[in-house]
């Protein structure tokens, strides 16, 4: 990754997502379904991720999952396991007891699609070099998050910090 700016662009995006779980009961139900479906017999996990959800939580959701995978680049596999099923359960609020709307085996199968997602998208949100230039509205896409944090002033980062 050449331009950790974009992560603000994440952060900004995540916070917004927040405020209502990323992924509804119906969604989490669905992605159950597909999981449950012979390896063989599934759809590619692209046009299972199509299916199930919304452009908006697409773009979110792949955006975290796409940093997540290059963060655990060199993280511990039992280190990115639990981090990653936090990740999950964040997207569907299963961390909130009383929301908990499924099985372990459900979370489970959750989890693995989380996981197969973020391998299919590997570290495609922050590679422009990834997308190929004969695809202009994905490459246009690609670049809005940086050239939108280029345009802003950078007037506001000359305060200095609070220290304590």
């Known amino acids: 990754m050449r331009d950790v700016r974009i992560h603000s662009f994440l952060v900004c995006d995540w916070f917004r997502s927040l405020s209502a779980p ?3 009961v119906e969604a989490c139900n669905a992605t159950v379904e597909a999981e449950r479906v012979s390896p063989f017999e599934r759809d590619p996990i692209s046009s299972e991720i199509t299916r199930i959800t919304s452009s908006s939580v697409r773009h979110t959701l792949g955006m ?6 290059i963060i655990s680049l060199e993280v511990k596999a039992y280190v990115r396991s639990y981090t990653f099923r936090r990740l999950a359960d964040a997207f569907t609020h299963a961390h909130a007891s009383v929301k908990l709307r499924h099985s372990p085996v ?3 199968l959750i989890y693995a699609f989380f996981l197969d997602w973020a391998y299919s998208i590997q570290d495609l949100d922050f590679n422009v070099d990834r997308v190929e230039e004969t695809n202009s509205q994905l490459l246009k896409i690609a670049k809005s998050p940086s050239n939108a944090l280029e345009d802003t002033s950078h007037d506001d980062f000359q305060q200095p910090a609070l220290t304590f």
Do not use: D
Not at 64 to 69: E, T
């Open 22 to 24: 990323a992924l509804t």
């Open 106 to 108: 459900e979370r489970e």
């Open 64 to 69: 975290v999952l796409s940093a997540f995978y």
